[in-house]
């Protein structure tokens, strides 16, 4: 099976996130940047499927140069092939802006099933693979932490966790599928994988290679548009709760959440 | 010209949840704010008794798309279903829960009319005709304005437990409009094959208005009973850090935190859970926030309200029984 991975590089989960001057971004300077966590499920479960049934995995990934080190990372857990559409005017685009980029940049590459993370660790936006699948119009598969191939490859089934209850769908491929945590439990590169992947085939394109212009893509070609970025409410340190014994903290803690926090 | 605003009702098995309310709660006061009228959509199957309850909360009319194919969700023929109306009534505001299945719906809806869409909402205003939508991105740890100045329609989809629900006023009465439903057969490639239910029947961590949750210093997966028997006192669902989870003490749906749950209970009771960025990602907006932890430097200390240091094993019993004398 041919299986393409979407691959967003983003702020390690431990960074600080500091709003910058403009007040619409965030500075960079000191940010260590990873693949999204959500996207090394989708990598794995790609290579778990190519174990099984053969074929090519195809990672893809639109953003600067530094996307490089993970789609390297990615080649070098297994992957075969990376497609990155580095291009200043393909970034920072909307959910559709971006999956209108990452349609073009497949739009030669023949596919039975896509990976997206269920949401980006960054913008916590949970769109592009939803918007992805419309463009390329396949089914979508949300949220999973299970696939299933069937012995013909025709169809695929999964299990998607909801609020109290597990949906099992099933669609003909080729598909989408957005990752969940528990899908698997990602490898890390090994060595001679590293050493590999360095020989592995990595493209570079521009937006125009893609058949898109400027105002299809990126900013441009967005309809959502951030207004300004504002620090979270703040949340202080409250009281910790003196005494001599947990039964008598424990008793002041209820006493306090009944009559101060008004709570129960 | 457009006009009005439309929230997405959700149903499942026949039945209302909760969000639906809370987006009928919202659309009202954004409709008050701006003299529109509010319409709520529901699909599903004989659904038209469960919807008229969408009155109360301040729907002037209420769209019912009935047919056996829409009974239980699916993606793509919710997704015709609601584009082609949207596209024949043009509102002006379309409103979806950010719940598992009114996310995927909404970026799907949004894709197809070409809008653009804000996700998981905590807050909404309007200025001059343009929804601002609030969301926190890189885990809460930024809050973001979003706003779609030129497509139609403006779509937002709201965090659950946010949104308070208005008083239920039983005199108001809506419009039942019918939709006429036509699904080809290409909007049913997805099919749902079986929902298993969670046997625990437990109200979900995302909607949940008190949890109690324990992490590595639970040290073993029965010692949760300690917490079952709390948050039973108190109404409350049982949540867990990523390291319970990782070892395999509780099933991965009980994550709170980044790669888990955002949470937005009244109360978050957290017992022995250090409190990592990743973890205050999942449940740093909760009301009130306890901690029960034996390291008076854990850091979670610096976010809870009320905190106790202390050995969870004595102290989570103490709750339970004080809890029990007043509940
Ligand atoms: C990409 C990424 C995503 C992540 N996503 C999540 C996520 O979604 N959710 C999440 O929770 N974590 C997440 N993590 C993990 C996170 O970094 C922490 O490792 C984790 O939250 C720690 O869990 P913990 O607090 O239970 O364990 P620990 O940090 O080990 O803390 C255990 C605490 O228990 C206390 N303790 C021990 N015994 C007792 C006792 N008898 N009585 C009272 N207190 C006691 C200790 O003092 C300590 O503070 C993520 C990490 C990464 C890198
Ligand atoms: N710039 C990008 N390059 C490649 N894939 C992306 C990009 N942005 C988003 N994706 C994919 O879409 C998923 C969801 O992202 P988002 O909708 O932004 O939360 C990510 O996990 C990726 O799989």
């Known amino acids: ?264 | 010209m457009a006009k009005g605003i439309f929230i997405i009702a959700e149903q499942r098995g026949g039945t209302l949840r909760k969000i639906s309310l809370e987006l009928v709660s919202e659309g009202r006061r954004l409709a008050d704010q701006s003299g529109q009228s509010l319409a709520a959509v529901i699909l599903g199957h004989q659904i038209t008794e469960e919807a008229k309850k969408l009155a109360a909360y301040g729907a002037d009319t209420i769209y019912v798309a009935d047919a056996p194919e829409l009974a239980a969700y699916t993606p793509e023929a919710y997704t015709a279903v609601l584009s082609e109306l949207i596209k024949a009534q043009e509102p002006d505001i379309v409103l979806g829960g950010a719940s598992q299945q009114g996310k995927e719906l909404t970026a799907k809806l949004a894709a197809r009319l070409e809008t653009g869409l804000a996700m998981d909402c905590v807050g909404l205003s309007l200025e001059e005709g343009l929804l601002i939508a609030r969301r926190p991105i890189y885990a809460g740890k930024v809050y973001a304005d979003v706003v779609c100045e030129t497509a139609r329609p403006q779509m937002a989809s709201c965090r659950p437990n946010v949104f308070p629900i208005l008083e239920p006023d039983a005199a108001r009465t809506a419009e039942i409009v019918s939709v006429a439903v036509s699904i080809k057969p290409e909007d049913l490639r997805t099919t749902l094959v079986e929902e298993l239910a969670d046997q625990s029947g437990k109200v979900d961590l995302t909607e949940a208005t008190c949890i109690v949750s324990g992490g590595r210093g639970m040290k073993d997966s029965e010692n949760f009973v300690i917490l079952e028997k709390l948050a039973g006192v108190i109404g409350a669902t049982v949540g867990a850090s990523r390291s319970a989870v990782d070892a395999g003490w509780r099933p991965q749906s009980d994550q709170v935190g980044q790669t888990g749950k955002v949470v937005n209970p009244n109360l978050y009771v957290a017992c022995g859970i250090s409190g990592a960025i990743q973890h205050l990602a999942g449940m740093g907006s909760s009301k009130v926030i306890v901690a029960v932890n034996k390291d008076p430097d854990a850091p979670i200390f610096q976010k809870a309200d009320y905190g106790i240091v202390g050995d969870l094993f004595e102290v989570v019993p103490v709750l339970e029984e004080e809890f029990k004398k007043i509940m």
């Not at chain 1, 957005?178 to 592995?200: C, D, F, H, V, W």
């Not at chain 1, 105002?215 to 949340?235: C, F, N, V, Y």
């Open chain 1, 1 to 264: 099976m041919n299986i393409l991975v979407c691959i967003k590089q983003v702020p390690d989960t431990e960074s600080q996130i500091k709003i910058d001057s403009g007040g619409k971004g965030i500075q960079t300077a000191d940010i260590k940047w990873v693949m999204n966590p959500y996207d090394e499920f989708g990598v794995e479960e790609a290579l778990r499927i190519k174990e099984k049934t053969g074929g090519k995995v195809t990672v893809i990934g639109v953003g600067p140069q530094r996307v490089v080190e993970s789609l390297r990372t990615a080649l070098a857990m297994g992957a075969d092939e990376a497609i990155h559409v580095d291009d200043p005017a393909a970034d920072g685009g909307d959910a559709l802006a971006t999956a209108r980029v990452l349609a073009g940049s497949v739009k030669d590459v023949p596919f039975d099933l896509i990976f997206c993370g269920q949401r980006a660790v960054d913008d916590d936006n949970a769109q592009v693979g939803a918007a992805l699948s419309e463009l390329l119009q396949i089914p979508l598969l949300s949220v999973i932490t299970k696939v299933e191939i069937s012995d013909d490859k025709a169809k695929v089934k999964v299990q998607r966790p909801v609020e109290g209850a597990t949906w099992v769908f099933e669609a003909p491929l080729p598909a989408l599928i957005t990752t969940q945590k528990g899908l698997n439990e990602p490898r890390y590169a090994s060595l001679p994988g590293i050493m590999k992947a360095k020989k592995k085939p990595l493209s570079a394109k521009k937006l125009g290679d893609l058949g898109l212009s400027p105002d299809q893509a990126g900013l441009q070609g967005s309809k959502l548009t951030i207004k300004g970025l504002t620090p979270p409410p703040e949340r202080k340190a409250g009281k910790i709760i003196e005494g001599e014994t947990a039964q008598e903290k424990g008793t002041i803690l209820v006493k306090l959440l009944r009559e101060e926090a008004k709570i129960i």
